[in-house]
């Protein structure tokens, strides 16, 4: 069998760079392996060539090379950290963008005013990182790497291919499965002070599902923390392809690889505030803004047939449409936007292409 070659090179930036074959690929886990499938359709489905894109977790703090040519994918830099090479390459695609985000409105409740605090020591820590990055190097470039810097969506955190059932066929009414504990091994001073608001979410959420009736089925698996939760990959993506209604509350991030799995898997899908990027345009959840609420929602829904049926085939469109047929070719059009005389700021405008007109709604 000929073996393929890829038009572009791809490595792994961690601790040293290692090169990724895109068409017999490892499995890497942490939310490198959607990418990587990713990289498979830009080969397959565009004609970018001659790139060369380093795959890292946390924004490395220097790369083998630099130039036009060169892409940096950061996929889970929390410190949403900025170096002075950024200049230097052809453009950064981050999930979770280049900084820190709170969606809760004014903070009347505790859960709302921990974001906050939150929010705003993640803040401090990005603008005081920034600050010493610009000093270190002299060269004030942040506008001009905000403009080539293209906010991308998490994807999976591991191989994941569920089988999903027709939604009325699907066993398990609603479900939850992950952490609702902060591993000991991170604990440090500023979580004595304040409960961070992954945790005071997850807490509110599990206590609201004691309040839906007995005559629903409900799977909730709690762990102490995401490590834990990993371990139970396997299970975890045979529930979701059994569950007709998945819960998906934040996580350190308002974003969450529990959005776009349970999406993938066809669930109706409830979630937490989410930012106001282009691919989460028309995406199918059902936004809730107090977990009170929860168990109504739910009881609702399950008595709704007809809207399982509609939320499900939305959640399946969105993920078809906007992570599994058009990523590879927004990102590609990101990357070459000179081909349609389109800039970068002009084409970080312009919304995905959805067919599914999927609308959301907001609840509380």
């Known amino acids: 069998m000929k073996r393929l070659i890829a038009r572009n090179k791809y490595y792994l930036q961690d601790e040293f760079p290692e090169a990724i074959d895109v068409f017999s690929p490892k499995i890497y886990q942490w939310g490198k392996d959607f990418y990587v499938s990713v990289f498979k359709q830009l080969e397959e489905n565009t004609s970018l060539s001659g790139y060369t894109f380093y795959l890292a977790s946390h924004v490395p703090e220097s790369l083998p090379e630099y130039g036009e040519k060169v892409i940096l994918v950061v996929l889970q830099d929390e410190s949403y950290g900025y170096r002075d090479y950024f200049n230097d390459i052809g453009c950064i695609l981050r999930c979770l963008g280049t900084q820190p985000a709170y969606l809760d409105g004014f903070p009347f409740s505790r859960l709302h005013f921990a974001g906050l605090i939150h929010y705003c020591y993640k803040q401090c820590g990005r603008i005081s990182s920034n600050v010493k990055e610009v000093r270190k190097y002299r060269r004030f470039g942040l506008s001009e790497v905000q403009r080539k810097t293209l906010h991308i969506p998490l994807g999976f955190f591991s191989y994941f291919e569920p089988k999903p059932k027709p939604i009325m066929e699907r066993s398990i009414d609603y479900a939850f499965l992950g952490s609702i ?66 819960v998906c509350p934040r996580g350190t991030s308002y974003e969450t690889f529990r959005f776009f799995e349970s999406c993938k898997a066809g669930c109706v899908v409830i979630s937490e505030a989410l930012p106001d990027v282009w691919f989460y345009k028309n995406h199918p959840a059902i936004i809730l803004k107090d977990w009170s609420k929860l168990s109504s929602l739910i009881e609702n829904l399950l008595n709704d047939e007809e809207m399982l049926k509609a939320k499900s085939a939305e959640s399946l469109m969105y993920w078809n449409t906007i992570c599994e047929q058009n990523l590879a070719v927004r990102i590609a059009r990101f990357i070459e936007p000179i081909e349609n005389g389109v800039t970068f700021s002009q084409l970080s405008q312009i919304d995905p292409e959805n067919p599914s007109q999927a609308s959301h709604r907001s609840i509380g």
Do not use: C
């Open 181 to 246: 504990g902060f591993g000991e091994r991170f604990r440090n001073w500023k979580h004595y002070l304040m409960t961070p608001p992954k945790i005071l979410s997850r807490n509110q959420m599990v206590a609201a599902f004691q309040k839906v009736s007995d005559k629903f089925k409900g799977k909730v698996y709690t762990t102490g923390d995401f490590f834990e939760s990993i371990e139970h990959q396997a299970s975890y993506e045979e529930v979701l392809a059994d569950t007709k209604i998945s």
